[in-house]
């Protein structure tokens, strides 16, 4: 089981990414999918889970400039971020648990103490 994040990088304030979390040796459908986010000094933080039935659920502080999304077929499960802002950097994470399972909400750290995740990209945001 192996969870690969992409799609980070230096961005002006008022841009956009498109994060990438790509899967391999599991499933999507029977899985779900947060992306969580830690800025240096701050704890681990959800910001979207999508379920293994494709539900979506986002953290009351990330609602409008966050989107997630998924491809089944490409494994894949994307966050959106639009309108980006200096406090948005943090490096950002996805992990997965079973369809059953329970992700957290946050934690002291990321990688969290359960479930699959990623090594995490970094988002900066900076003029």
């Known amino acids: 089981v192996l969870l690969v994040e992409s799609g980070g990088g230096l961005v002006q304030p008022g841009g956009s990414l498109r994060l990438s979390c790509t899967a391999s040796?599991?499933?999507?459908?029977?899985?779900?999918v947060g992306w969580y986010r830690q800025a240096p000094g701050n704890e681990c933080r959800l910001i979207s889970i999508?379920?293994?039935?494709?539900?979506?659920y986002y953290t009351g502080s990330m609602k409008g400039r966050f989107t997630i999304s998924q491809d089944i077929a490409a494994s894949t499960v994307y966050l959106t971020i639009i309108d980006l802002k200096p406090e948005d950097t943090a490096v950002y994470y996805c992990?997965?648990?079973?369809?059953?399972?329970?992700?957290?909400?946050?934690?002291?750290?990321?990688?969290?103490?359960?479930?699959?995740w990623g090594q995490g990209t970094q988002v900066t945001v900076s003029s």
């Open positions: 992990a997965a648990v079973g369809h059953d399972g329970t992700l957290m909400e946050a934690g002291a750290r990321c990688p969290g103490p359960s479930g699959n």
């Open positions: 040796g599991f499933t999507f459908t029977d899985s779900n």
């Open positions: 999508i379920s293994s039935n494709g539900g979506t």
